[in-house]
């Protein structure tokens, strides 16, 4: 920090600019939380952006009229699972790819990584029709096989692990360790800062999916929260205040990963590129 | 010298002797390991995608009893289909407007947020910027549909109607719908793109700021004879990854306003999720993605060819 600086009128003016840009761009989760404290009458009528009489009235709807906590429930599970797996998957066959030598390595990784660069539309029919052969309509596995596996998590973790000294690998050999004891006690432990990385990543994608439940969940029962939310606008689309309650309530578990993490998601942004 | 290669040989001449041993258990390990994880891959990724691209030689439909192969029929039909070609259309459009808009705004961000001296301040304020990505897209396209609605009730419009202006259909006006999603997924998508440039710009060597500033260059001088020529490989990588990302947008459509109106905003992923699912055109379909595909992989390969070129700093 230079301290010697001086605090000059330009560095003011940005500073000033900075936060009318910040505030704008909480303008809409202030809307949302507003707006689910209204009561269904204000709405229609009021032309004004501040509740005249804060009511919990679309809370309480979202929990009694919906079936809330099961899409709280289904999501969670789905993104839990989703995100275990990833990040085991990933960092495995990382470590394989890193450290090891077999036939056909290197075209097996470039197949791997070149799935990277397809766009998920040309996907998504396949798959659905993989899907549906299967008997999985419907079912939360639909949303969580496709899903458990990713090219761009095992090309972090093979960068990852490749900086890792091979001596560390030979050593714990030659005291008898078993593959599998290396790779869980030595290699993972080494690469924490990018796995916790990839696992925010991986659970933020999961929980905010809505493309893909969209199309291999109907039944209201079965959805994840995203799309349940917005198949739960449509059946109230005059009381906006409930699907903001709703809103509000399916922004908190993000927003309590995301505080906590912080730091992690914004350095592997940094560092990966990766959205 | 001598000494080293002493220790190095007796350990060697142990792990070669213990090396048939050794690979069977490593083969066994691999194979262990990668058969459950490849088999997810072919089966989740390499025989979806090349499905995909023989379905779009059929006219398949899942819900009728013959799909008869059509060879490229429903390519030659795409380029008469003026659906497909609106879509096409609405794609470019916000690809080409949202991306350099998106860049516009970010870079100066970016910028700025790193020039604040007080690390707190510049946290907050980039935590700030950062809470939009953190919204499901879905829901952030749901909280922006009620501020755009036509009525009295939108934010937008009450904000008009302080200053004596008239409503704005923003999602029902032709013109007027997909500024409004270009304006929403900005708001949802510019932190990514902030924090990017942010890692860019810390990587430029702080000396050359100092030498220009010795030299009486002002903050302008320095960020187009500095930052702009020395961000260029970060610049690049943003461009193309938004390129290919905004080729894709799907939610925001879907939610806030379906294609409408008149086609205006449906976009091809949206019309290639109408036409394989609400439709049940799925060879059809799959054309359209395959182009989709094509345009993707072609602006990848771009990337690949600029990118070896680009010099390092």
């Not at chain 2, 010795?214 to 320095?222: I, P, R, V």
């Not at chain 2, 290639?272 to 390969?301: C, E, H, P, W």
């Amino acid at each position: 920090m230079r301290r010697g600086k001086k605090i000059s009128f330009p560095y003011i003016l940005m500073i000033t600019f900075l936060t009318i840009a910040s505030f704008i761009m909480i303008i809409p989760y202030l809307w949302m939380v507003l707006s689910s404290l209204k009561g269904n009458l204000e709405i229609i009528s009021s032309t004004s952006i501040l509740p005249h009489k804060v009511t919990f009235e679309g809370y309480k709807t979202v929990f009694q009229d919906a079936p809330f906590v099961r899409w709280l429930f289904n999501s969670l599970f789905t993104a839990t699972l989703i995100t275990v797996a990833t990040v085991f998957s990933s960092a495995l066959s990382g470590y394989i790819f890193a450290k090891f030598r077999f036939a056909g390595k290197q075209m097996i990784f470039l197949v791997v990584i070149a799935t990277m660069m397809i766009p998920p539309q040309i996907l998504m029919i396949p798959t659905y029709l993989i899907i549906y052969k299967l008997g999985l309509i419907d079912n939360l596995s639909a949303v969580i096989l496709p899903s458990l596996v990713s090219a761009f998590g095992v090309f972090l973790a093979r960068q990852a692990i490749e900086e890792l000294p091979y001596d560390l690998i030979e050593s714990a050999r030659i005291d008898g360790a078993g593959e599998f004891f290396i790779f869980n006690r030595i290699i993972l432990p080494l690469v924490r800062p990018m796995l916790s990385a990839l696992a925010i990543f991986t659970f933020m994608a999961a929980w905010n999916n809505y493309v893909w439940p969209l199309i291999v969940l109907n039944d209201e029962e079965k959805m994840t929260l995203p799309l349940a939310l917005v198949f739960f606008n449509g059946s109230h689309v005059t009381n906006y205040n409930i699907v903001m309650s709703a809103s509000v309530l399916i922004m908190i578990p993000v927003f309590i990963v995301f505080l906590i993490f912080q730091k992690q998601f914004v350095k592997g942004l940094a560092l990966t590129g990766f959205k | 010298m001598e000494v080293k290669q002493e220790i190095v040989k007796p350990v060697s001449y142990r792990s070669q002797y213990k090396k048939s041993k050794r690979n069977n258990r490593e083969l066994k390990f691999i194979i262990l390991s990668l058969t459950p994880i490849l088999l997810l891959f072919v089966v989740f990724m390499v025989i979806p995608i090349i499905w995909g691209i023989i379905l779009s030689f059929y006219q398949y439909d899942p819900l009728a009893d013959h799909s008869p192969f059509i060879a490229l029929k429903n390519y030659t039909e795409l380029w008469k289909d003026p659906v497909f070609l609106a879509s096409l259309k609405a794609t470019l459009i916000f690809v080409f407007v949202a991306v350099p808009a998106n860049i516009l705004i970010t870079l100066p961000i970016a910028s700025m947020i790193n020039r604040v001296r007080n690390r707190f301040v510049r946290n907050t304020f980039r935590t700030l910027f950062f809470l939009p990505a953190i919204a499901p897209l879905s829901a952030a396209s749901l909280i922006w549909s009620t501020m755009l609605r036509s009525g009295n009730d939108g934010l937008f419009n009450m904000i008009l109607a302080f200053f004596g202006h008239a409503n704005v259909g923003w999602l029902t006006d032709g013109k007027m719908a997909m500024i409004s999603v270009i304006i929403v997924t900005l708001w949802a998508d510019v932190a990514y793109n902030i924090i990017i440039f942010m890692a860019g710009l810390d990587a430029i060597p702080k000396v050359f700021y100092e030498a220009a500033e010795l030299d009486g260059a002002n903050g302008f001088q320095k960020f187009r004879h500095i930052t702009l020529p020395l961000l260029q490989r970060t610049s690049l990588f943003i461009l193309i990854m938004t390129v290919i990302s905004y080729f894709q947008m799907f939610a925001q459509f879907q939610i806030m306003t379906k294609g409408g109106p008149g086609g205006a905003t449906n976009v091809l992923s949206l019309s290639i999720y109408k036409t394989a699912f609400g439709y049940s055109r799925m060879g059809y379909a799959s054309a359209m993605a395959t182009v989709l595909l094509l345009i993707i992989l072609l602006i990848s390969l771009i990337q690949l060819r600029v990118g070896r070129s680009q010099w390092e700093y």
